[in-house]
């Protein structure tokens, strides 16, 4: 059993910067590929950004790339998404996922274990 906690959400202007970070217990994620995912009010949850097991492969969802990076430190058993130039679209709560294999995915049916989620809030 894999727990989750995200950190590092809140409150922040348009245009402005926050980091996530995701804190893994109870057992090593560094076999296992991450991802982040967000739920806005109302919508679908949607996936942001997916890394591999080593951290040398990365996706993005279209909305987000060039914007957002996504990293890992095995070692901390910890993964990290890096957003700059934030839009009031980026709104909604994000959340951290451990996949069920090595490699990066985009489907949310390919994690096995979440966190809560924390609330990312950006106004314009």
């Known amino acids: 059993q894999v727990q989750l906690v995200e950190s590092g959400g809140g409150l922040v202007q348009a245009g402005g910067s926050l980091r996530l970070s995701c804190v893994a217990s109870?057992?090593?994620?560094?076999?296992?590929?991450m991802g982040w995912f967000r739920q806005a009010p109302g919508k679908d949850r949607e996936f942001v950004a997916t890394i591999n097991w080593k951290g040398g492969s990365t996706f993005y969802a279209d909305s987000v790339k060039g914007r957002f990076t996504i990293s890992r430190d095995n070692a901390k058993n910890t993964v990290a998404l890096e957003m700059n130039s934030l839009k009031p679209e980026d709104t909604a709560v994000y959340y951290c996922?451990?996949?069920?294999?090595?490699?990066?995915?985009?489907?949310?049916?390919?994690?096995?274990?979440w966190g809560q989620g924390t609330q990312v809030t950006v106004s314009s």
């Open positions: 996922a451990v996949a069920r294999a090595t490699f990066p995915s985009r489907q949310s049916s390919s994690y096995a274990y």
């Open positions: 109870g057992r090593t994620i560094s076999n296992y590929g």
